[in-house]
């Protein structure tokens, strides 16, 4: 982010590129991306994803469950990855965040060596994501302290939740573009309590954006990200995040 | 592990279609059956109501599949606790898994498989640290009111179900009985 945090609460931050169906794809492409980022990213995994489809016809419906190879590129610190799968390419960066500076070379690598080995004739999406821990000591938090974006209750509701989720689509860039935002509690030791805030920036429609200009849209998509998580915290938040 | 196609009756599908149509109906048993193990244990993003109901616009719909790694734990933690199985040193575990993610799709079958085979025994997930050396994995403890000889048997065939997959990943999981 911008704003430079003695302790940022970045838990992950990923971008990723989904191309358009009618991109040619075969079993041969992770391994010749391999070949050209394997200084990198050289220690190479495999997990296998479950993809549902379903096709309304005439007559039936049909529901389809699949299984998808998905190769994972490491760093040797296992601190950033490239993900290719069929017809998609993400780029994680995992805590603690090595800033955009440093992430947005890995983007543009893995990227580039994609060119090298596949044509590309459309992308169906990207997207920027941002998602934040944030861990309080204290089981109950008042969030309005610490968000400008939060639950709000009513008085005539109960005042304690076992668990809460807040999510809304925000337009950018004259509606070719959305963000996601989600505040959500999460998981955390006892005693304590914590939220994760996902920031999600992506295409609103395939082809948004012409290939060539793919990486000037990414950095965009980051001064959004970064806009759009100042105005979800409150000064005491920046306050912690600097303590 | 899932079945590859499943096809509707007409009757079923015009069913299935004028339920979506009214938006937020539930599903027909005979999807939401399959659907749920899929969902379970594939912890797929996305709600199936929203996306069966693009499908019967669009007429299809392919998933996306989850490519935030954090994300995925998250949604493991939460399912592991809808198992009724505890979570013990959870951002340990955490980290271990940001470490190694293909554990992510081999936990929900150890799981499913330890209890199976131990469906009274009440299941812990922690982390094993080595105090001496570098070295740390995740554990998943069997806990029984009794033991008795079949107990170790049964321990071999849960853990049978998942050893396999287990040999070319990065991360570990050790299937133990917790004696305490």
Known sequence: ?243 | MFADTLTLTAEDAESVKEQLYQMGSALSDLVSEEIERFETLSLVEGNFNSMLAQASYSGRFRSEPEVSIEAEIEKLFQWIKEQGVALKRIDQVREYLLQFPDLLDIIPEAICSTRKHFPEGQLTLDIYQDPEIEDQYLVLYVRLAHYDETTLDRLQKAEAAFLDALSDREGWIQLTIDFR
Request: charged content about 25%; some cysteine; hydrophobic content about 40%.
């Open chain 1, 1 to 243: 982010m911008a704003a430079q945090y003695k302790k940022p609460p970045i838990i992950e931050a990923l971008c990723e590129f989904r191309l358009g169906q009618d991109t040619e794809w075969d079993l041969t492409v992770p391994g010749q991306f391999y070949e050209r980022v394997k200084d990198q990213f050289p220690h190479r995994e495999h997990r296998t994803v479950q993809v549902v489809e379903f096709a309304f016809q005439p007559q039936n419906v049909q529901q389809q469950i699949r299984s998808e190879e998905r190769v994972l590129l490491f760093t040797p610190d296992r601190k950033a990855l490239v993900q290719i799968g069929p017809r998609l390419l993400v780029v994680n960066v995992l805590k603690p965040y090595p800033s955009w500076q440093r992430f947005k070379p890995l983007i543009e690598r893995a990227w580039q060596a994609l060119q090298q080995v596949i044509t590309l004739r459309q992308l169906e999406r990207i997207g920027l994501r941002y998602i934040n821990r944030i861990e309080f000591e204290a089981s109950k938090v008042d969030l309005k302290v610490y968000f400008d974006y939060y639950l709000h209750v009513g008085t005539r509701l109960p005042q304690e939740y076992a668990s809460f989720a807040v999510q809304a689509v925000f337009p950018f860039a004259e509606g070719r573009d959305r963000c996601l935002v989600r505040l959500a509690s999460a998981e955390s030791e006892q005693q304590r309590s914590a939220v994760i805030l996902d920031i999600n920036y992506h295409w609103a429609r395939p082809g948004a954006v012409e290939i060539t200009r793919a990486l000037e849209w990414v950095e965009e998509a980051h001064s959004r990200v970064e806009e759009v998580f100042e105005g979800c915290i409150t000064d005491e938040m920046r306050r912690i995040f600097n303590s």
